[in-house]
């Protein structure tokens, strides 16, 4: 089992700055990749980036330049920092895990949102 928890989202202007946190616990070593997700309302929810353990990393390309998605080993926590917001980036925001022992198991976090004002 792993527990996902986010924090870090809110209401910024356009071309602004915001960093997402996505804090993990239990079962963190089966942990292959992690990936953070968004839901615009009426929307699908899509891939905005993904950190494999090996720290390989890949970017939808609306936020390629702008978004960075790290982590800290030290602390479990997962970090997308958001710069030069736009409104369309304004969704719910999930951070996504994917454990792999027996067989593959996805944990999502509760969302964070995220508003960008013009």
């Known amino acids: 089992q792993v527990q996902l928890v986010e924090s870090g989202g809110g209401l910024v202007q356009a071309g602004g700055s915001l960093r997402l946190s996505c804090a993990a616990s239990?079962?963190?070593?089966?942990?292959?990749?992690m990936a953070w997700y968004r839901q615009a309302p009426g929307k699908q929810r899509d891939l905005v980036a993904r950190?494999?353990?090996?720290?390989?990393?890949n970017y939808a390309d609306s936020v390629k330049g702008r978004f960075t998605i790290s982590r800290d080993n030290a602390k479990n926590t997962l970090y997308l920092q958001m710069n030069i917001l736009k409104p369309e980036d304004t969704a719910v925001y999930y951070c996504?895990?994917?454990?792999?022992?027996?067989?593959?198991?996805?944990?999502w976090g509760q969302g964070a949102l995220v508003t960008v004002s013009s």
């Open positions: 996504y895990a994917l454990t792999i022992v027996t067989a593959p198991r996805d944990y």
């Open positions: 239990g079962s963190i070593s089966a942990i292959t990749s």
């Open positions: 950190i494999t353990k090996s720290g390989s990393t």
